[in-house]
């Protein structure tokens, strides 16, 4: 199967025509397979126009206020399964179970609340939510999450402690890795949202795709692009979606381990007799 492109993007507003217009042009020419979009700020009049420019693979959130409002997109090449809407929260979180070339998959989208109460109570309730679904199946979480969990990921301090570390549990809990972060773990410079105000900037990284980790090996590519008549950038991840078996994830050590002295002491000895063992091997690596 040929890979999926997963993007996220908060489009500031879609509700006037002329910007909808051109951000969903823009879409189109990117080529993306699965598209979450934040601040649409739609209702139910404005399906029909959505759909007569995208086609009727669009799922919404509505909501008016307008900081809030979701929808997620697919390409008129992609046609999935849908097993399921739920709209946990509305205007802020939407979530497709659907199915793709027999895998099972829950596309989430969010768009966390600016304030910090707002934040924790969304983070809660989003937490709650998530804990229903299947543990078994592959989770891409995408959206605009309005926090960050990283020092590097901002240029001032996080507002909301509370909120990051209810988002920290959400990503330990469901074993969720930030597929930016783990292809460029070096990266210290690439933002997601500037904000230039009295002469001051602020930066941050506030798009996220989170992908299980069980289904980590999926992902083959990340990226984040600039986008038009939006503050935000575009966030994207490229990745296999299919029954196809992924390869083996990460092993991870488990650090608890050197606190046990009998382990510690069984495995000098071990390594003290492999040691020994290399001149029975052609080569380093068979070794």
Not at 191 to 197: A, K, L, N, R, S
Not at 229 to 242: E, I, R
Not at 257 to 284: K, M, N
């Amino acid at each position: 199967m040929t890979p999926l492109t997963i993007a996220t993007l908060n489009t500031r507003g879609c509700r006037m025509a002329f910007r909808r217009s051109q951000v969903l042009s823009f879409l189109q020419e990117g080529g993306y397979s699965v598209i979450f979009l934040q601040e649409t700020y739609t209702d139910l009049t404005a399906e029909d126009s959505w759909w007569l420019e995208w086609g009727d693979r669009v799922y919404f959130s509505h909501s008016t206020i307008r900081q809030a409002g979701v929808a997620t997109l697919f390409s008129p090449d992609l046609w999935p399964e849908v097993l399921g809407v739920a709209e946990a929260v509305p205007g802020r979180l939407l979530h497709l179970r659907v199915r793709i070339e027999g895998l099972v998959v829950n596309l989430v989208n969010i768009y966390a609340p600016t304030s910090g109460p707002e934040q924790l109570q969304f983070y809660q309730q989003a937490s709650t939510f998530l804990g229903t679904l299947d543990s078994h199946e592959c989770l891409v979480l995408g959206g605009d999450f309005n926090t960050t969990l990283e020092k590097q990921d901002r240029s001032g301090t996080e507002q909301s402690p509370a909120t990051a570390d209810t988002l920290w549990e959400i990503v330990e809990h469901h074993s969720l890795v930030d597929i930016w972060h783990d292809h460029h773990p070096d990266d210290t410079s690439t933002f997601t949202f500037v904000q230039v105000e009295a002469h001051r900037s602020s930066h941050s990284l506030l798009d996220h795709i989170y992908l299980s980790h069980f289904h980590l090996s999926r992902a083959h590519s990340s990226s984040i692009r600039l986008a038009p008549f939006s503050d935000h950038h575009l966030a994207t991840v490229t990745a296999s979606l299919c029954t196809e078996r992924p390869g083996p994830a990460y092993w991870h050590f488990n650090n608890s381990l050197l606190e046990d002295e009998g382990f510690v002491t069984s495995f000098r000895e071990f390594w003290l007799a492999w040691r020994g063992q290399r001149h029975a091997f052609p080569s380093a690596r068979q070794w």
